[in-house]
């Protein structure tokens, strides 16, 4: 059983270091997170989740951890991060914290120790070749660093080397199954850090790359989705109340796992970006070629591609936990890359109508635009999607108050986007996403686990329906009006642009968006 709070669960991630700095460092902390729970609150979230915010060399963001369980300096200590859990707790917020199983950091001391000659409690806690003249092909590995005689493998950047969670099939001798003594270990210690950490009083984890940790895995990924029954089977148990939100992108594997949560994340030519994102782009996140995602009001497409890919998925999931949307996330560039603000308001009521728990990245509420930065901390084409947060006109656009040098630099131009001004104008696309949360929280049809069946989706038609328990909802995303046959009497609860229903038909204007509930 998932954790109760999941049924009417919507999320809000928070980038720590852009969020919001209280102490004039450049850099946002958890007292500046503290300080704004109850703007998170006001959009309709009730939950967070936050980036890694452990001690770190950030050479990837955070994303290479030195210690699990210490609180990074610039975000302020242990304790500020308790607060954190407390104050969110009073506002009915839960907060999720990442947790990055697969490797740690270079300097974390595990590796230290792991590194040298002499054997040590921690030389198998990663994954080493018998010598250095010995690669891990074809893993990504590392030669001629240690003392130790040996290659250590890697698990993303070259400061990431891999956690060993063993191999599928084994067939080297340095190679261990998932179930050897080295790897039983690692998961504990994995294990050892989530109860440190709920026990604090988080609400969960969000778990980066939570599909890779068993190395040349089998066809199904079955070896990682052992390793997670392992650690999270008697974690549910003991805390009935946690959440985990994987970052896989096959909740078929991802809830198996034990996951209650896993993302549709982005990539080129898959179904979340057809809709969406659907452009070529520079390596460095400069977009370069029209979209022809669904959304884009001229692209002329369908969301034949969307539910080729999410169909199967979903339908194989549905009683297993969740499979979420997101506006976007700190990898990925701002859904305002490729959309303009009129065609992002009907993505949004596309998200915040369909069943998951949605997520919204820090900053999409504004429509913030995708800068183009050079890279910070290991960002590289991320950097634009992870600029300041902008709260009001005044210094730093009200992000920091330093006189000096920001973590990234804020957006100058003095009409960019802030609360402060979108706060005022009911017509914001801040006041717009708070209404489609409001919607959903009003109506249960639309709940995160309510039933999802589409209605109407023909290829070449730029229409897209779906029934949510008894609620119709219908979009046009096109410019020419559009025409939908009803099974019913229905009336309007939510819309877009100018959409008629009349003697059994809707009628969507351009950009049309409605959700119909059922005249009784
Ligand atoms: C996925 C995270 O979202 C990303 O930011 C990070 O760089 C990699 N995993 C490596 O941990």
Redesign the pocket.
């Known amino acids: 059983m998932a954790a109760s709070w999941l049924k009417h669960a919507v999320f809000y991630e928070i980038y720590p270091q852009t969020f919001y700095d209280t102490n004039a460092d450049g850099i946002g902390d958890l007292q500046g997170i503290i300080e704004k729970l109850p703007y998170v609150k006001s959009l309709g979230c009730n939950a967070i989740w936050m980036n890694p915010c452990f001690d770190s060399p950030f050479k990837?963001?955070g994303?290479d951890v030195r210690n699990y369980y210490k609180v990074a300096e610039r975000y302020g200590t242990n304790d500020d991060l308790v607060r954190l859990f407390d104050e969110a707790h009073k506002l009915g917020l839960k907060i999720l914290l990442d947790l990055?199983p697969?490797?740690t950091s270079e300097e974390h001391e595990w590796f230290q120790a792991s590194k040298q000659i002499e054997k040590n409690e921690y030389s198998s806690r990663y994954i080493w070749t018998k010598s250095v003249f010995e690669g891990a092909q074809p893993l990504p590995f590392i030669a001629g660093e240690a003392e130790r005689n040996g290659c250590y493998v890697l698990?993303?950047?070259k400061c990431?080397p891999a956690l060993n969670y063993g191999f599928y099939q084994p067939t080297e001798s340095w190679q261990e199954g998932v179930d050897g003594p080295n790897a039983v270990k690692t998961r504990q210690a994995m294990a050892d850090v989530i109860r440190f950490w709920l026990e604090k009083g988080a609400d969960g984890f969000r778990v980066?790359?939570a599909d890779s940790l068993v190395k040349l895995d089998g066809p199904n990924k079955e070896g990682t989705v052992h390793v997670w029954q392992e650690i999270l089977g008697p974690i549910h148990e003991e805390y009935p109340e946690a959440a985990f939100v994987s970052?896989w992108n096959n909740p078929s594997q991802a809830l198996r796992a034990g996951f209650d949560m896993d993302f549709f994340l982005e990539w080129r030519g898959n179904g979340y970006s057809t809709m969406m994102r659907d452009f070529d782009e520079t390596p460095d996140g400069e977009v370069i070629s029209p979209n022809g995602g669904y959304f884009a009001k001229h692209s002329g497409s369908d969301v034949s591609r969307f539910l080729a890919d999410y169909m199967p998925k979903y339908e194989d999931t549905k009683d297993l936990g969740l499979y979420c949307l997101i506006t976007c996330?700190?990898?990925m560039l701002r859904p305002t890359a490729g959309l303009s603000e009129d065609e992002l308001r009907l993505a949004y009521a596309w998200i915040y109508t369909m069943p998951g728990a949605p997520f919204l990245y820090f900053g999409d509420e504004l429509a913030l635009r995708q800068r183009l930065l050079k890279t910070k901390e290991?960002s590289y084409r991320?950097t634009g999607a992870r600029a300041p947060m902008q709260w009001n006109a005044g210094k730093n656009k009200g992000f920091s108050d330093t006189d000096g040098e920001l973590y990234l630099p804020v957006d100058d131009d003095p009409n960019a986007h802030t609360v402060e001004a979108q706060e005022k104008d009911p017509g914001s696309m801040l006041n717009f996403v708070r209404s489609l949360i409001a919607l959903r929280q009003a109506n249960p049809d639309l709940g995160n686990y309510s039933p999802f069946e589409v209605y109407s989706a023909e290829e070449g038609s730029r229409v897209f329906a779906y029934k949510r328990g008894e609620l119709l909802v219908a979009m046009n995303p096109g410019v020419e009006a559009e025409e939908l046959m009803l099974d019913g009497a229905y009336e309007s609860i939510f819309a877009l642009g100018v959409n008629v229903v009349r003697d059994g038909k809707l009628t969507l204007g351009a950009q049309g968006f409605v959700v119909l509930r059922p005249i009784a």
Do not use: L
């Open positions: 990837d963001g994303y990055v697969g490797h698990n993303y950047f990431q980066d790359m970052e996330n700190h990898d290991g991320r």
